[in-house]
Nanobody, 127 residues
């Protein structure tokens, strides 16, 4: 069974940094298309794909995080990362790692582009 597990979330003051990690079992991230999504507090339908690495290794960032977040993956460790700097209160959300490009509604965010999802990790940014 494929399992993704996120870690690294927590509470931080505005301007601070966090690094999220996501490890996978029974699945290889490399070449599958991976991403970090986030879900706004209290609204299960308000999700945003903040960053992704395509199957061609090209990276994507949403405008809201561009220049502040960096996505990377370590293929040897089969681990996906999201380095988040200059955090803002509006970055507060549950962050999910996701993998394998596949359109499905069976995700915490409803219809989305990835088949496998972790359980999510809370990031809270305070003033």
């Amino acid at each position: 069974e494929v399992r993704l597990v996120e870690s690294g979330g927590g509470s931080v003051q505005a301007g601070g940094s966090l690094r999220l990690s996501c490890t996978a079992s029974e699945f290889s991230f490399h070449g599958s298309g991976v991403a970090w999504w986030r879900q706004a507090p209290g609204n299960t339908n308000d999700c945003e794909m903040v960053s992704a690495i395509g199957a061609d290794d090209k990276t994507y960032y949403s405008d809201s995080v561009k220049g502040r977040f960096t996505i990377s993956q370590d293929t040897d460790k089969n681990t996906l990362y999201l380095q988040m700097n200059s955090l803002k209160p509006e970055d507060t959300a549950v962050y999910y790692c996701a993998a394998k490009l596949y359109m499905t509604e069976q995700t915490p965010c409803g219809l989305a582009l990835h088949k496998y999802w972790g359980q999510g990790t809370q990031v809270t940014v305070s003033l």
